[in-house]
C-alpha cells in the first residue's frame, strides 16, 4: 500500500500556535468504535489505498496494539496501523499513514509511530518495514526522518513489482527496512 504522509521541518524558534494546536493531540489505540471515523480520514487522504470499513474495523479491533489514532478533541486528525507480521516476531510493518490537511505540520506521524514503538507489544521490535511506491516523495521523507531519529540504516527494494504483482495496474511497492534499532521510549 502507498504510505501517505507529511513531514514538517523542526521548527527553528518557537511557535505557540503550533505549540498549543500539538498539546490538543492525544494519541492512543483505536477501538472498534472508531473504524468509520479511520475509514473516512484515509478516504481524504489520496493516494491512500482505501480499505474496506470491514477492514478498518479489523485494524481497529484485531490490530489496535499496533495501530495508533491522534484525536484533536474529538476529531480523528491521524492514523498509521500496521502489526508484526507472524514470522517477523523483531519487526513492526507499518501499512498506513494518515494526517488531516489541518493537523500537519506537528510531525503527528512520527509522534504515531513512536507511541506504537514504544509499547510493550513491540518490546522486541528492532526493525521497520513498509512498503512506497517509487514517486511518494513525502512518503520517502517521513520515513528517511524515522530512520534518523532512530539512528537506523534505510535499506530498499522492489518488493511487489508492477506487472508480477499488480498486472499493471499499481505502480511498483518498494519494501523499506529501518533497522536494527533500540526500543525508544515515551517521556
Known amino acids: 500500500m502507498p504510505v501517505q504522509s507529511a513531514v514538517a521541518p523542526p521548527l527553528t524558534r518557537p511557535d505557540r500556535g503550533r505549540e498549543i494546536a500539538r498539546s490538543t493531540i492525544s494519541i492512543a489505540p483505536p477501538r472498534g468504535t472508531d473504524a468509520a471515523d479511520v475509514h473516512a480520514l484515509v478516504a481524504d487522504c489520496p493516494p491512500l489505498d482505501r480499505n474496506s470499513l470491514y477492514a478498518n474495523l479489523l485494524q481497529c479491533t484485531h490490530f489496535a496494539t499496533t495501530c495508533a489514532l491522534a484525536r484533536r478533541r474529538d476529531d480523528v486528525v491521524g492514523w498509521v496501523s500496521g502489526y508484526l507480521p507472524p514470522d517477523k516476531t523483531s519487526t513492526y510493518f507499518l501499512w ?50 524515522i530512520a534518523a531519529w532512530l539512528s537506523a540504516p534505510l535499506r530498499r527494494k522492489v518488493h511487489f513489482e508492477r506487472e508480477a504483482h499488480f498486472r499493471g495496474r499499481h505502480e511498483p511497492e518498494v519494501l523499506v527496512t529501518i533497522g536494527p534499532f533500540s526500543p525508544p521510549r515515551l517521556n
Open 96 to 145: 498506513q499513514v494518515a494526517v488531516r490537511d489541518d493537523a500537519r505540520g506537528q510531525r503527528l506521524p512520527l509522534r504515531l509511530v513512536r507511541d506504537i514503538l514504544a509499547r510493550p507489544v513491540c518490546r522486541e521490535v528492532r526493525y521497520l518495514e513498509t512498503t512506497i511506491t517509487p514517486d511518494n516523495s513525502a512518503s520517502w521523507a517521513l520515513f528517511e526522518s
